[in-house]
C-alpha cells in the first residue's frame, strides 16, 4: 500500500511540472484533487496489450489507437492504424472532438507509460471520459508477443488459450509462428510494424 502511494506522490509531482510546462493551455479544473487521487489508485484506467491486439487483429473501429509520441518517432513506426496526437499537442481544440467523447475508446499509448499516463492525467483533469492507457506502452506490447513460452501440459486451460492467442498475433505481425513440441522457448521473430501512410484526412499526419 505504502508504494502504491509513493507512485500517486510521483504521479502528482508529474502533473504539476506537466502544468508548469505548459502555460499557455488554459486548463478548466473540472475534477476534484480528491477525484483525481482516487482515480489515479484505480487500475481500470489501464488497458493490456493483449486486449490492445484483440483490437487490432479483429479491427475493432470502436477502438482508437493514439500514439503520443512525437511525429518523428510516429513517421518511423507505429501500430497499425494508429494516429498520432504528440503529447505536447493533447490539449489543442484540434482533438477534443476525439479525446471527449463517449462513442469510442480511445487507448493512449507512447514507448513505455510515462507521456501516456501524463496525457491520461490531463484528460481526466479536463473532464474528458473513454481514455485509457496501454500497460507497459509499445515496449511491454512487443516484448509480451515476443517472448510467449508453451505451457506445460499441467497448465490450465485458461493459459493455453492464452497462449494460442498471442501466438496468433504474432503470426499476424511477422506471418510465422510454430507452435513447438516441447516447452523450449521459442525463437524470437522480430515483429514488423507497418509504416503509417501519411493521408491528408489523418490525424496528426502532418
Do not use: H
Not at 493514439?66 to 518523428?72: G, N
Not at 469510442?104 to 491520461?120: C, E, R, V
Not at 486451460?157 to 513447438?180: A, H, K, M
Amino acid at each position: 500500500m505504502r508504494k502504491k502511494y509513493i507512485i500517486v506522490s510521483v504521479i502528482a509531482i508529474s502533473l504539476g511540472i506537466i502544468l508548469a510546462i505548459l502555460p499557455a493551455k488554459k486548463i478548466r479544473t473540472e475534477v476534484r484533487p480528491n477525484q483525481m487521487l482516487m482515480e489515479l489508485l484505480d487500475e481500470t484506467r489501464y488497458m493490456s496489450v493483449d486486449k490492445v491486439a484483440e483490437y487490432i487483429v479483429e479491427q475493432n473501429r470502436f477502438g482508437l489507437l493514439i500514439d503520443v509520441r512525437t511525429p518523428e518517432e510516429y513517421a518511423e513506426w507505429s501500430l497499425p492504424g494508429a494516429f498520432n496526437i504528440p503529447f505536447d499537442s493533447i490539449l489543442s481544440p484540434n482533438y477534443e472532438y476525439i479525446l471527449n467523447q463517449d462513442i469510442y475508446t480511445n487507448i493512449l499509448f507512447s514507448n513505455g507509460t510515462t507521456y501516456s499516463s501524463q496525457a491520461w492525467m490531463l484528460l481526466k483533469r479536463k473532464g474528458y471520459t473513454n481514455n485509457y492507457i496501454m500497460k507497459g506502452g509499445l515496449n511491454n506490447f512487443i516484448t509480451t508477443f515476443l517472448t510467449t513460452q508453451y505451457p506445460l501440459e499441467s497448465e490450465s486451460n485458461e493459459t493455453f488459450d492464452l497462449y494460442q492467442f498471442r501466438n496468433g498475433v504474432r503470426q499476424y505481425f511477422t506471418g510465422s509462428g510454430e507452435i513447438p513440441a516441447s516447452n523450449e522457448q521459442e525463437p524470437k521473430n522480430e515483429i514488423i510494424i507497418k509504416k503509417n501512410k501519411k493521408k491528408e484526412d489523418d490525424v496528426g499526419g502532418c
